[in-house]
Nanobody, 126 residues
Framework: QVQLVESGGGLVQAGGSLRLSCAAS??????LGWFRQAPGMEREFVAA????????KYADSVKGRFTISRDNAKNTVYLQMSNLKYEDTAVYYC?????????????????????WGQGTQVTVSS
């Protein structure tokens, strides 16, 4: 069965760093991405990366601070978060597109993702 399991969330001070990991198993995945959802807010796009790992995409709010990467040998996608801000506080979800069949395409729309992890809480203290 398909399963995405996030880890690495926690409490960090503003300006600090945190690395999230997502182990994806069960099938071949194309785009792997990260979304986040704060209380009372809609789930929003954070970052995504294509199958072969050479096309990362980021939300404007995290550009220059977050880095997405993947290790296909380990079936894992990472989100390195630096210079964290209070407004980064949210539940972070790993998501996967398994239908595009493209090694170059990057899914950017939430509706394109068919598989989701359980989420991991990231809390940034000010």
């Amino acid at each position: 069965q398909v399963q995405l399991v996030e880890s690495g969330g926690g409490l960090v001070q503003a300006g600090g760093s945190l690395r999230l990991s997502c182990a994806a198993s069960g099938r071949t995945f194309y785009t792997l991405g990260w979304f986040r959802q704060a209380p009372g807010m809609e789930r929003e796009f954070v970052a995504a990366i294509n199958r072969i790992g050479d096309v990362p995409k980021y939300a404007d709010s995290v550009k220059g601070r977050f880095t997405i990467s993947r290790d296909n040998a380990k079936n894992t996608v990472y989100l390195q978060m630096s210079n964290l801000k209070y407004e980064d506080t949210a539940v972070y979800y790993c998501a996967a597109d398994a239908n595009s069949g493209s090694i170059r395409y990057v899914a950017l729309r939430k509706a394109e993702y068919r598989f989701w992890g359980q989420g991991t809480q990231v809390t940034v203290s000010s």
